[in-house]
């Protein structure tokens, strides 16, 4: 009898996001397939890549192949899943997401959801990142188009293999408000930030701090040719970059050697 092709789910939303949730049935609509969700128990947005080191951790079992993990954050979820639940036998891809909001340019490196993928790949499995972009002012959001684009994706895979080498995963970010969206190989661009921080003070005096949502600005990078993810959903693309781990400057360590 075939095998059915493993799908390993998780996100940084929780475990009960409209997003994973709608994730889930789009992948359990393809033939010969398993879904497998491990997912946070409370929402673990902007952890990184993250590790829980201080505690213990829990399964929770809500249904069959429905899991979530007390406390954990989505690399949590990956790591422990390898060792838990697919001990015999890796699953064939992991699929992060789907965001509810954009994960693009340096904001990869806070992500949850990035940080799910990155996981997957340190342990040899293709892997995706999925982000709905979103205007907040509708914060249900639609991910009918996202839904579409994994099971695209999924489908490809499937067919010609995953398109990347070790040790790199894919980042997609959907469009909002587009329903037929094409596809642009994207790179990521360069966020331009600001330090965004609302006080409050309690009924004793005493201050607290929000971090604030600032607005996604970002600029092309001058060195690189072709289009930025932000660039590509600006105009209505769907946005899928490559994502390779090593952050290493190989551009700079002939100057760093001369420094020295």
């Known amino acids: 009898m075939k095998n059915k092709y493993k799908i390993l789910v998780t996100n940084d939303d929780g475990y009960d996001a409209k997003g994973l949730k709608q994730l889930r049935e ?20 902007a952890c990184g890549h993250s590790l829980t080191l201080t505690k213990p951790l829990r399964f929770v079992a809500l249904e069959e192949n429905f899991f979530k993990l007390e406390d954990g954050t989505p690399t949590d979820c990956v790591y422990l899943s ?29 992500s949850g959801t990035a940080a799910g993928a990155m996981e997957g790949v340190l342990h040899n499995i293709p892997s995706i990142a999925i982000s709905q972009v979103m205007d907040f002012t509708n914060p ?27 040790r790199e995963f894919l980042n997609i970010n959907i469009p909002p ?22 006080i ?5 005096g005493e201050e607290h ?25 600006r105009d209505g693309y769907i946005s899928i970059t490559p994502i390779m781990l090593d952050l290493s400057a190989y551009k700079s360590m002939q100057k760093l050697e001369d420094w020295l």
């Open 26 to 45: 789009a992948l359990c609509e393809l033939e010969d397939v398993e879904v497998v969700v491990v997912a946070p128990a409370n929402e673990k947005s």
């Open 209 to 233: 701090y929000w971090l604030g949502l600032h607005p996604l600005n970002f600029k092309a990078r001058s060195s690189s040719s072709g289009m930025s993810d932000y660039e590509a959903i």
């Open 140 to 166: 249900n959001g639609d991910f009918s188009l996202a839904c579409d684009t994994i099971k695209k994706i999924v489908t490809k895979i499937r067919k010609d293999a995953f398109p990347l080498p070790d």
């Open 200 to 204: 409050h003070r309690n009924p004793r």
């Open 177 to 198: 408000e587009v329903t037929n969206a094409q596809m642009k190989i994207t790179y990521a661009g360069y966020r331009v930030y600001a330090n965004d921080a609302e």
């Open 82 to 110: 390898l060792s838990a639940i697919f001990q015999d036998e890796k699953p064939d891809l992991v699929v992060s997401g789907i965001n509810r909001g954009s994960n693009m340019g340096e904001d990869i490196t806070y």
